[in-house]
């Protein structure tokens, strides 16, 4: 393990306690960051990043490339990351940085906070007391049609072929319908919330579904209104026929950080 390369997860604002952010650091107490190393936090200019050190031979500019080729540990990594800032941002206001987003020292972490105060300071203003809360809506296939009883060679090819034209047809209406039904949920959630945003389908061979992925959206909502957002999505999955609902949250704003974007400095800050 070397001082000499850290590792960035989120800003936070400098409180000017002795400590930047008590409360958040209280939180990361015991917590293990990437490469198991203990999380804290490097003030500057009214800011504090929250950092550890991590090995060059995992995270030096040339290692790095490498390993973000390795799926199984990107995906270690994508998960202590995200531990890190959730966990930070339970009670406090963060702005998440880009993941494997690497700096020189504590110099290199500084220097990133100076060139970004701006985004960053404004961003901590916008969703000061927000939280993001994260729905899926998935809709089941149909079930297979049962075998006709019919001897197969009692049906003509055009009996055959007007059969399957219906099956389409059912096909279509039906994804239609639960495309309507994740539209309309998507519409009465956007209007609790501040702001939403429309993400891709998860891919199924990422998220194990073999359901259809009709809806993927985050919500911006405000932190004392949270419950009522997660009741209002338990009644929407009660009467969205044909639509299976998924909460999740509440996390914070990875999806409303843009336009301004704490991307940080790469790897050599």
């Known amino acids: 393990m070397t001082e000499g390369l850290q590792y960035a997860y989120a800003v936070v604002r400098d409180t000017g306690a002795p400590d930047a952010a008590p409360h958040t650091l ?13 999380v804290r ?3 500057h200019l009214g800011l504090a990043v929250l950092a550890g050190p ?13 390993r973000l080729e390795d799926m199984s540990w990107l995906e270690g990594v994508a998960r202590a990351h995200q531990r890190v800032v959730d966990t930070a941002g339970a009670d406090a206001c963060v702005i998440p940085v880009r993941m494997a987003t690497v700096c020189r020292g504590e110099e290199g972490l500084r220097r990133m906070l100076a060139d970004g105060r701006d985004r960053f300071a404004a961003a901590l203003d916008r969703l000061e007391g927000r939280v993001e809360w994260g729905v899926k809506a998935y ?15 009692a049906v003509s090819g055009r009996d055959y072929l007007r059969r399957r034209s219906a099956q389409r047809r059912a096909t279509e ?9 994740a539209r309309l949920v998507h519409d009465t ?11 891709p389908p998860q891919d199924a061979r990422l998220s194990g579904e073999s359901d259809h992925h009709v ?6 909502v405000r932190r004392e209104d949270s419950s009522q957002f997660a009741v209002r999505v338990g009644e929407l999955a009660e009467r969205a026929a044909g639509l299976r609902l998924e909460l999740t949250g509440p996390w914070a704003p990875y999806s409303f950080v843009a336009p301004d974007e704490a991307e940080g400095a790469g790897a050599g800050a």
Request: proline share 10%.
């Open 26 to 38: 209280d939180a990361l107490e015991g917590l293990r960051g990437v490469a198991g190393e203990p």
């Open 41 to 43: 936090a490097v003030r």
């Open 54 to 66: 991590v090995p060059a031979e995992d995270f030096d500019e040339g290692s790095l490339r490498e």
């Open 139 to 153: 809709a089941a296939p149909p079930a297979p049609e049962k075998p006709s009883a019919e001897p197969s060679a």
């Open 173 to 181: 209406e039906r994804w239609g319908r639960t495309e309507d039904g």
């Open 189 to 199: 959630l956007a209007q609790l919330a501040e702001r939403a945003r429309l993400h």
């Open 215 to 220: 809806l993927n959206a985050a919500y911006l």
